[in-house]
Structure formats: C-alpha cells, structure tokens
C-alpha cells in the first residue's frame, strides 16, 4: 500500500522550501554531496534600491516551477542522476554588520570548498561575491571571471562595502586575472584606460549570436579556473525588472541561458547570481529569470564535470 507521505511533490505551491526541492542540510560539511546552494541575504552595499537580501527565498520559491522536471529542457540528463546537490540555506550573520557578513561569508565558503564540493550562491546584492572570490583563490588559486552585468563593478569609488567597487579589488587582490576574464552585458559608463577586463557591451552582444559570444569567450578563459557571476540586471528589464539598478538595453533571458549553455568545457570552479530584488518585481519573472539561470549554472557544471570523468577514465 501506498505510504502517503513518500509522495514526491511537485506543486507549484506547497512545502517550497530549497532550491529544486533538493535536500536542506545544516553542516553541508558533513553530508556527502558535490554541490553546495548557499543564500546570501545581504544587501547592505547596496547603492541603489535595497531588497535584495529578500533574494534568496524568492530565487528557492520560483525554482518550484523547474523543479519537476527531469530532465531540464535542452539538456539531455536528470540533475540529480549527474550529481549530488543539497541546500544548506541561508548564511547566518550579524545583520546590520557588514563586516560580519564578509568574514562569516568568506569562512564559510572556505569550509564547503575545503570539504571537497562546489558553491552556487544566491544572493544577495553583488558585494557578496567579492568574500566568495576571496574563498575561492584560496582553493583554485587565480581565476578567469564570466561576468554577466549591466554594470563592471570595477569602480574605485564608494565606501569599503559597496557593490560596485568588487572587481575593483577583486585584481588587485589577485583574486582573479581580469586579463582572462570577460563582462558580458555591460551598457553603463566606466573608465576604459586601463579597464584590464575584456568587455562585451550589451550593444555587441544584441548583435552578436549566442554561439559567437561563447566561442569568444571561452578563448579569452582557456583552462583558467572560471568562476561565474550572474547580476540579473544583465537581463533588459523587460526580463528582469525586480532589480535595485535596472538598465534598459540589456540581453534577453533566452540569450543569456544559450550563452552559458555555450560555455560546456569550461573548467567552472564556483558561481553565483545575484541582485534579485523581490520588492520590485512583477508576477515574479525576476526571481524566475534567476532560479532560472541558477540551474543552468548548475547544469553547465554537472556537464563539464562529465566531460573531465570521461576524459580521465578515457
């Protein structure tokens, strides 16, 4: 006789409480997984609009809507047959601490990173991804950056806490080497002289096919430890209007996932998507663009990770 309580529920509005309706854990140290999903909900660099701490929840409760799926359309595997994938949460801080949230955010994620699996966060205003680099050059040593923004982020001016001002430090932290890194999407100004990252403006990237901005992309990476940053307000707003600094002009989502799906072989060490802003969006179409491009990511990296198991045992 059937056990009601082993149904499997695939509701678009019960029990959604982690992403995909994967398995919540508490210590993601201590279960045996390859992928750790870790919200940030902090939003205190935000320069513009806040509610980007609200991120995370609405990210996991949009994500109902994939997570019946088997098989995610285009890819041609079941997620949780590829790989073992668990929630962990939401980092715990200080709030109202920013330099709380910089320590706690960075140990933590060297603490999952040291036990052997891999971080996909959600923010979050973007702040958060500079601790996250600092974790991940711990473990991979300098990286090449994918990054998808309206914004390069790599401004000198603001205060020590500041999303704009990561990719700034990011280099001179040799964080990353922006030589090998690309931003993708960007349609706001910033000083070219000495930019140092390889840009793909929004203007080029409407034009250019999806192909064509992988392809190029991938060049410029090479075999570089990659760590991907996805600020939902690449997408026009059209796509993703619940953000704290829409830019019209921007990438339609359709791209942006044929892009990444693009990017197969890349050798994807950490990512994140982040600045979905619950506040200001409408029927929920942000926080599904980002749920959305977060298992992509994911599927991107249970791919990749194929390909280099069937070339070592090849």
């Given at each position: 006789?059937?056990?009601?309580?082993?149904?499997?529920?695939?509701?678009?509005?019960?029990?959604?409480?982690?992403?995909?309706?994967?398995?919540?854990?508490?210590?993601?140290?201590?279960?045996?997984?390859?992928?750790?999903?870790?919200?940030?909900?902090?939003?205190?660099?935000?320069?513009?609009?806040?509610?980007?701490?609200?991120?995370?929840?609405?990210?996991?409760?949009?994500?109902?809507?994939?997570?019946?799926?088997?098989?995610?359309?285009?890819?041609?595997?079941?997620?949780?047959?590829?790989?073992?994938?668990?929630?962990?949460?939401?980092?715990?801080?200080?709030?109202?601490?920013?330099?709380?949230?910089?320590?706690?955010?960075?140990?933590?994620?060297?603490?999952?990173?040291?036990?052997?699996?891999?971080?996909?966060?959600?923010?979050?205003?973007?702040?958060?991804?500079?601790?996250?680099?600092?974790?991940?050059?711990?473990?991979?040593?300098?990286?090449?950056?994918?990054?998808?923004?309206?914004?390069?982020?790599?401004?000198?001016?603001?205060?020590?806490?500041?999303?704009?001002?990561?990719?700034?430090?990011?280099?001179?932290?040799?964080?990353?080497?922006?030589?090998?890194?690309?931003?993708?999407?960007?349609?706001?100004?910033?000083e070219k002289d000495g930019h140092g990252f390889n840009v793909i403006c929004a203007e080029a990237a409407n034009d250019m096919t999806p192909d064509?901005?992988?392809?190029h992309i991938k060049a410029i990476v090479g075999d570089m430890p990659v760590y991907i940053t996805f600020d939902i307000d690449c997408l026009d707003?059209?796509?993703?209007?619940?953000?704290?600094?829409?830019?019209?002009?921007?990438?339609?989502?359709?791209?942006?996932?044929?892009?990444?799906?693009?990017?197969?072989?890349?050798?994807?060490?950490?990512?994140?998507?982040?600045?979905?802003?619950?506040?200001?969006?409408?029927?929920?179409?942000?926080?599904?663009?980002?749920?959305?491009?977060?298992?992509?990511?994911?599927?991107?990296?249970?791919?990749?990770?194929?390909?280099?198991?069937?070339?070592?045992?090849?």
């Open positions: 006789m059937e056990n009601i309580f082993d149904r499997k529920d695939d509701s678009l509005y019960s029990n959604a409480y982690s992403f995909l309706r994967l398995p919540m854990v508490q210590d993601p140290t201590k279960v045996n997984a390859d992928v750790v999903v870790l919200g940030m909900p902090y939003d205190m660099a935000t320069t513009g609009r806040s509610g980007a701490r609200l991120g995370p929840d609405a990210v996991r409760r949009a994500s109902v809507n994939l997570a019946w799926e088997g098989h995610r359309y285009p890819w041609p595997f079941d997620l949780r047959e590829r790989c073992n994938i668990v929630d962990a949460g939401d980092l715990i801080f200080a709030c109202g601490d920013s330099e709380d949230f910089c320590n706690t955010a960075a140990s933590a994620a060297s603490k999952i990173l040291a036990s052997g699996k891999t971080l996909l966060s959600l923010g979050g205003d973007h702040f958060i991804t500079l601790p996250l680099l600092r974790a991940h050059h711990d473990k991979h040593g300098v990286m090449a950056l994918i990054h998808f923004d309206a914004h390069t982020d790599t401004y000198s001016q603001g205060s020590r806490y500041d999303h704009g001002t990561m990719f700034y430090h990011a280099p001179k932290e040799g964080l990353i080497d922006a030589n090998k890194s690309v931003q993708i999407g960007i349609r706001t100004d910033y064509d901005i992988a392809i707003p059209a796509y993703a209007p619940g953000t704290g600094t829409p830019v019209v002009g921007g990438i339609t989502s359709d791209k942006a996932l044929r892009i990444l799906r693009g990017l197969l072989g890349i050798n994807l060490v950490g990512m994140d998507v982040v600045e979905v802003s619950p506040p200001f969006d409408n029927s929920e179409i942000t926080a599904l663009a980002g749920a959305t491009i977060a298992t992509e990511l994911l599927h991107l990296w249970a791919s990749s990770q194929h390909r280099v198991h069937e070339r070592n045992v090849g």
